[in-house]
């Protein structure tokens, strides 16, 4: 064995927000490398933290012996926080299992090519008024609005009452991105009343959208309640906008990076839909989420106690060159790529992927079309508070590629 190796750097996993999100990568590859399966404390109590690909991986699926009905931060009393029923995403099978067949039935391929008109609509007109004015915020004119307009879509949002809800969507995906869903004030509240008033109008009257098929659905003979289905419309709102955001701005910036790849992406939009894998790989947006232990679990020699809230780190994971090769953390949009866990994996894999794939393929075919030379500065770019989803709140974006 080699006796001239460097000193391994501080093994430390330290919780990100806001500035700090802007290259946690080094501090993952140093997870990975030296302590993949890495025990922390604070004052709240111990934590693990899982970074390579194998593990993060095995523990998504593997759901009884890594819960999720605990919650999904690292905060031990989580669910007493919360006043509303769990949501899915807080649900271990068998009971998540049939709650989730009735809600994913509402987002076939056809739901989704319905949709696509709509979105492209909406894109091609924010793209040309960047393109006009040369120079603005493309999070705030297209990355931030577009997931909005989807979730709201599938929720059966009407077009009337949109500005209202993108704006208590802006209130609640921050309070919760900071991990104090009370702290949204009144739009969490407005939310909560706009949703509880659409579950009664669609029991006369359903439409094509999520709720309807919630409350009108009979699992086992009995009703879906109205709290699950509030917790549901939450999980939709607080899940499918920021990490949304946090992919297209995070693509924008790979994109400037590296204008070669864009240049491939001009030159055949056909391939786009990998490029998005590999965007969706390298960005991970949601970076990492908890999971609780419910029993004694050893990984690579280390035993988790049971009762313990272990991070999976999907972001560290989806750059393990154990998985990916030695070019792991470069951007290569014809890389093949088997799986990746930026949606998870296993029985809480997202339900909005193909609603993913389609506005991200959307706004980049019509980006790059319309602006193939813009750039994005991403230096000057600011990230959002929250210690779990990785995003940009601000990017300034050039037309002309003036950056
Ligand atoms: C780039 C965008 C997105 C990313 C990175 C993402 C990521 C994820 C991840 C990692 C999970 C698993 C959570 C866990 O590990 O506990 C998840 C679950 C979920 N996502 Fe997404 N998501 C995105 C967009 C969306 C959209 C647009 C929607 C809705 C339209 C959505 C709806 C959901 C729902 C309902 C679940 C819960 C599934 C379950 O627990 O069975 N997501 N998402």
Same mark, same amino acid.
């Given at each position: 064995?080699?006796?001239?190796?460097?000193?391994?750097?501080?093994?430390?996993?330290?919780?990100?927000?806001?500035?700090?999100?802007?290259?946690?990568?080094?501090?993952?590859?140093?997870?990975?490398?030296?302590?993949?399966?890495?025990?922390?404390?604070?004052?709240?109590?111990?934590?693990?933290?899982?970074?390579?690909?194998?593990?993060?991986?095995?523990?998504?699926?593997?759901?009884?012996?890594?819960?999720?009905?605990?919650?999904?931060?690292?905060?031990?009393?989580?669910?007493?926080?919360?006043?509303?029923?769990?949501?899915?995403?807080?649900?271990?099978?068998?009971?998540?299992?049939?709650?989730?067949?009735?809600?994913?039935?509402?987002?076939?391929?056809?739901?989704?090519?319905?949709?696509?008109?709509? /979105?492209?609509?909406?894109?091609? +007109?924010?793209? =040309? #008024?960047? @393109?006009?004015?040369?120079?603005? $915020? !493309?999070?705030?004119? &297209?990355?931030?609005?577009?997931?909005?307009?989807?979730?709201?879509?599938?929720?059966?949002?009407?077009?009337?009452?949109?500005?209202?809800?993108?704006?208590?969507?802006?209130?609640?995906?921050?309070?919760?991105?900071?991990?104090?869903?009370?702290?949204?004030?009144?739009?969490?509240?407005? /939310?909560?009343?706009?949703?509880? +008033?659409?579950? =009664? #109008?669609? @029991?006369?009257?359903?439409?094509? $959208? !999520?709720?309807?098929? &919630?409350?009108?659905?009979?699992?086992?003979?009995?009703?879906?309640?109205?709290?699950?289905?509030?917790?549901?419309?939450?999980?939709?709102?607080?899940?499918?906008?920021?990490?949304?955001?946090?992919?297209?701005?995070?693509?924008?910036?790979?994109?400037?990076?590296?204008?070669?790849?864009?240049?491939?992406?001009?030159?055949?939009?056909?391939?786009?839909?990998?490029?998005?894998?590999?965007?969706?790989?390298?960005?991970?947006?949601?970076?990492?989420?908890?999971?609780?232990?419910?029993?004694?679990?050893?990984?690579?020699?280390?035993?988790?106690?049971?009762?313990?809230?272990?991070?999976?780190?999907?972001?560290?994971?989806?750059?393990?060159?154990?998985?990916?090769?030695?070019?792991?953390?470069?951007?290569?949009?014809?890389?093949?790529?088997?799986?990746?866990?930026?949606?998870?994996?296993?029985?809480?894999?997202?339900?909005?992927?193909?609603?993913?794939?389609?506005?991200?393929?959307?706004?980049?075919?019509?980006?790059?079309?319309?602006?193939?030379?813009?750039?994005?500065?991403?230096?000057?770019?600011?990230?959002?508070?929250?210690?779990?989803?990785?995003?940009?709140?601000?990017?300034?974006?050039?037309?002309?590629?003036?950056?």
């Amino acid at each position: 064995m080699s006796t001239t190796q460097a000193e391994p750097p501080p093994i430390v996993f330290e919780p990100r927000s806001g500035e700090s999100w802007r290259d946690p990568f080094p501090m993952y590859k140093a997870l990975r490398d030296h302590d993949p399966v890495h025990m922390f404390e604070n004052d709240r109590g111990e934590f693990w933290a899982l970074s390579r690909f194998s593990h993060v991986l095995a523990a998504a699926i593997d759901a009884k012996t890594f819960s999720s009905a605990k919650g999904l931060t690292i905060a031990y009393n989580e669910m007493e926080q919360l006043d509303i029923e769990s949501p899915i995403v807080m649900m271990d099978p068998p009971d998540h299992t049939a709650i989730r067949k009735l809600a994913i039935k509402r987002f076939t391929p056809r739901q989704l090519n319905a949709i696509e008109p709509l /979105l492209r609509a909406f894109v091609i +007109e924010r793209v =040309e #008024r960047l @393109r006009e004015m040369g120079e603005g $915020d !493309v999070v705030q004119e &297209l990355f931030k609005p577009l997931p909005s307009l989807v979730v709201g879509h599938f929720l059966g949002v009407p077009e009337a009452d949109r500005s209202l809800f993108d704006r208590w969507t802006d209130a609640t995906v921050a309070a919760s991105a900071d991990g104090n869903i009370g702290s949204g004030g009144d739009a969490v509240g407005e /939310l909560v009343r706009y949703f509880s +008033e659409m579950i =009664e #109008r669609v @029991r006369k009257n359903p439409g094509d $959208d !999520v709720i309807s098929a &919630l409350v009108h659905a009979r699992p086992g003979g009995n009703e879906v309640s109205a709290a699950w289905i509030l917790g549901f419309a939450f999980t939709m709102v607080t899940g499918g906008n920021d990490t949304t955001t946090g992919l297209l701005s995070g693509a924008a910036e790979l994109l400037t990076k590296n204008p070669g790849q864009k240049k491939l992406l001009a030159e055949d939009p056909g391939r786009i839909p990998n490029a998005i894998e590999e965007f969706l790989r390298l960005t991970s947006p949601a970076q990492g989420l908890a999971r609780t232990t419910t029993r004694d679990v050893t990984i690579d020699g280390k035993t988790i106690p049971s009762g313990r809230k272990v991070m999976l780190l999907y972001a560290s994971a989806n750059r393990d060159e154990r998985e990916f090769g030695p070019d792991a953390s470069e951007c290569d949009i014809t890389r093949k790529i088997r799986r990746h866990l930026a949606l998870s994996y296993g029985p809480h894999f997202c339900i909005g992927a193909a609603a993913v794939r389609l506005q991200s393929r959307i706004a980049l075919e019509e980006l790059i079309g319309r602006c193939p030379d813009f750039t994005v500065d991403f230096a000057k770019g600011t990230f959002a508070s929250g210690s779990y989803v990785r995003r940009y709140a601000s990017m300034p974006f050039c037309a002309t590629g003036a950056f």
